[in-house]
């Protein structure tokens, strides 16, 4: 069993920044590839930025260059640092990872980016 614990969303005005946190715990923090994803009202939940356990990172083509996904493995925490946002980032952000057969699911915190 993986738990995922999110913190750092709130409102925010278009052009600034936010620094979301993900504490996990269960499973081997230094094994997981983790991932950040954001639901949109009315949307899907789709995949905003990815890091594994190396280091190795990918994101979505909306995100590039203003979105950084980064780890600290002896907090077991992953960051998404987001910076020049504008109201289309708004949504729920949710982390995410797969350990061993399952797959895991922060309860997810809010983003609303105000133009």
């Known amino acids: 069993q993986v738990q995922l614990v999110e913190s750092g969303g709130g409102l925010v005005q278009a052009g600034g920044s936010l620094r979301l946190s993900c504490l996990a715990s269960?499973?081997?923090?230094?094994?997981?590839?983790l991932a950040w994803h954001r639901q949109a009202p009315g949307n899907q939940r789709g995949l905003v930025a990815r890091?594994?356990?190396?280091?190795?990172?990918q994101y979505a083509d909306s995100v590039k260059g203003r979105f950084t996904i980064s780890r600290d493995n002896a907090k077991n925490t992953v960051y998404l640092q987001m910076n020049s946002l504008n109201p289309e980032d708004t949504g729920v952000y949710y982390c995410?990872?797969?350990?061993?057969?399952?797959?895991?699911w922060g309860q997810g915190t809010q983003v609303t980016v105000s133009s």
């Open positions: 995410n990872t797969a350990w061993r057969t399952g797959n895991y």
């Open positions: 890091i594994t356990s190396t280091g190795s990172t």
């Open positions: 269960g499973g081997i923090f230094s094994f997981l590839a």
